[in-house]
């Protein structure tokens, strides 16, 4: 039994040093979510707003986007993908890979509404325009926190497991070596 705990088990620091990649990530999107403003100080789309930072906003959402999935085709390419706790952890990383990926496409069309915000001469329109901006640029950075949560979700996962490591550690360790055998009662037998 005990060569199939052990291999049910991702090594530590395997373990650990993913949760680090995976908290650097999540603190990464989390920052782009609440960074990432389209409305001014006033909670007000601009007259016009900024063509080339929406651009960017979708370029950058993309190259975290980018990295979502390479560490998720990472691990799933890894054999700890296979154990309980990868198994979930994989799970946790699809969701961040899905998620991600929807960002910049919703920012890109942010961007493409700024464009055509200032050529638009009809109030009815400019105010659909600007609704839909607000919508796209809300959507966009919703599936940024979606990404931070799953990949958070993914750290404690490996967390829980590195803890389940120390538990059995400290059940081996006061295991001891066995105890020897009591004498037999009966006298000596030669």
Known sequence: M??????????????LQL??????????????AQQWELLDENGNVPAAPSYTA??????????????VLQLTADFARSSHH???AGITVLKHLGTAAT????????????????????????????RFLANRMVIDHASARAFL??????LRDAAEELDDHVGFQR???????????PAPPLPRPGGRHR
């Open 2 to 15: 005990k060569p199939d705990f052990q291999r049910d088990l991702i090594p530590r620091d395997d373990a």
């Open 19 to 32: 949760i680090g990649t995976l908290n650097a990530m999540k603190d990464k999107l989390y920052d782009a």
């Open 54 to 67: 929406l651009l960017q906003h979708a370029l950058d959402a993309q190259e975290l986007s980018r990295d």
């Open 82 to 84: 296979t154990t309980r």
């Open 99 to 126: 998620m991600s990926s929807h960002a910049a496409p919703h920012f890109t069309e942010t961007a493409e509404c700024a464009l055509a915000l200032p050529r638009s001469a009809n109030p009815t329109d400019r």
């Open 145 to 150: 926190r979606r990404t931070s949560e799953s």
């Open 167 to 177: 538990f059995l550690a400290s059940l081996t360790r006061q295991e001891g070596p």
